[in-house]
């Protein structure tokens, strides 16, 4: 089992910056890859960004590609998603997430195995 927990969410302007984090604990040498996606009610969830184990490879969504940046600090298990220039439509519930079967492409909502509850962030126009 991997417990994953958001912290950091809140209510900002158009073109401010937040930084979300995401505590793991359990069995997070099992983690092959976490990640970070969004849902806004209504729709489906959203795949943000992630990041491989090591941190050597990350992945974006077209649409946050420039302006959020994840990374992540092993020492600490713990993941991070630096977004900037924020946007109206950025305005979601992010989820923490983690990949132990690295059997689907991390792009994918069904990809991952546990997840956190959620944090809401806000961009206010």
């Known amino acids: 089992q991997v417990q994953l927990v958001e912290s ?5 302007q158009a073109g401010g910056s937040l930084r979300l984090s995401c505590a793991a604990s359990g069995r997070t040498f099992s983690m092959i890859a976490m990640g970070w996606l969004r849902q806004v009610p209504g729709k489906e969830r959203e795949f943000v960004a992630a990041i ?3 941190g050597s490879n990350t992945y974006y969504a ?13 020492a600490k298990s713990t993941m991070y998603l ?3 220039s924020m946007k109206p439509e950025d305005t979601a519930v992010y989820f923490c997430a ?10 994918q ?4 195995d546990y997840w956190g509850q959620g944090t809401q962030v806000t961009v206010s126009s």
């Not at 950091?8 to 900002?12: I, P």
């Not at 590609?65 to 092993?74: A, H, L, M, V």
């Not at 983690?98 to 792009?107: E, L």
């Open 109 to 112: 909502a069904r990809a991952y």
């Open 52 to 54: 491989t184990r090591s």
């Open 98 to 107: 983690a990949d132990i079967g690295g059997r689907v492409a991390i792009s």
């Open 82 to 84: 630096q977004m900037n």
């Open 8 to 12: 950091g969410g809140g209510l900002v």
């Open 62 to 74: 077209d649409s946050v590609k420039g302006r959020f940046t994840i990374s992540g600090d092993n």
